[in-house]
């Protein structure tokens, strides 16, 4: 079965520059959401998305942004980067407005700040 | 705004062996869903178990149950007949239940149990 797409895998960016990840969720899913893990950490939720619009917002900070356009795909971008964003980032997606459905996570993009 | 506690930051249990992993949460909501997931070394999140609180029921997934105490606001995993395959970061996680409009709220993770399975 078709799962939630993160590209790239691995990304290593130096200070102050910008990264977009990339989220293809699974097919007839409409809602995306955005989480970093740090590491050792839990993952914090960063920012979802339906039906091309912002649903929740949690602690994302101002140098990212992010949308979901018409195929319902998502892209997070993150501009200024510190030391500080190098963690896991990982995208999960679910089917529409139906609050029962879990959340499918994708593997993961991992940035490393240098 | 909800909190997810686990007090276990390392369990270890014998395969074959029961285990119980706990977790506390504070919500004011009354309408909410409870998880676990599992994070292998892959890093890979997966989904183990799911909890509405509005069923007094206890959900369960083969060798994984759960103990639901709402009034209590407390949710633990058991695992039984433990495998080598379940060694993993466990995340308990919340997230309240939307009454109406499009979209889901974001999930509130625990810091996490690592569970160690000796062979």
């Known amino acids: 079965a078709a799962g939630v797409i993160q590209s790239p895998r691995h990304l290593i960016k130096e200070k102050r520059e910008t990264a977009t990840l990339k989220c293809y969720p699974i097919?007839?899913?409409?809602?995306v959401y955005w989480y970093q893990q740090g590491p050792g950490q839990d993952p914090q939720f960063l920012i979802s998305?339906?039906?091309?619009?912002?649903?929740d917002k949690g602690s994302i900070p101002d140098r990212f942004s992010a949308q979901q356009f018409s195929d319902y795909h998502s892209e997070l971008n993150m501009s200024s980067l510190e030391l500080g964003d190098s963690a896991l980032y990982f995208c999960?997606?679910?089917?529409?407005?139906?609050?029962?459905?879990?959340?499918?996570f994708g593997q993961g993009t991992r940035l490393t700040v240098v | 705004a909800q909190t997810v506690t686990q007090s276990q930051p390392e369990m270890s249990v014998q395969e074959a062996e029961t285990v119980t992993l706990s977790c506390t949460y504070d919500?004011?909501?009354?309408?909410?869903?409870l998880f676990w997931y599992k994070q292998p070394p892959s890093r890979q999140m997966i989904l183990v178990i799911r909890?509405?609180?509005?069923?007094?029921q206890n959900a369960t997934e083969n060798r994984f149950s759960v103990n639901f105490q709402k009034a209590a606001k407390s949710f633990s995993l058991k695992i039984s007949d433990s495998q080598l395959g379940d060694a993993a970061m466990y995340f308990c996680?919340?997230?309240?239940?939307?009454?109406?409009?499009?979209?889901?709220?974001?999930?509130?993770f625990g810091k996490g149990t690592h569970l160690i399975i000796q062979p």
């Open positions: 998305f339906y039906e091309k619009m912002q649903s």
């Open positions: 097919p007839r899913h409409d809602t």
């Open positions: 999960a997606s679910s089917l529409g407005a139906r609050d029962k459905t879990e959340a499918f």
């Open positions: 909890q509405e609180a509005y069923k007094q």
């Open positions: 919500t004011s909501e009354s309408d909410y869903y």
């Open positions: 996680a919340y997230r309240r239940y939307m009454y109406s409009g499009g979209g889901a709220d974001g999930l509130t």
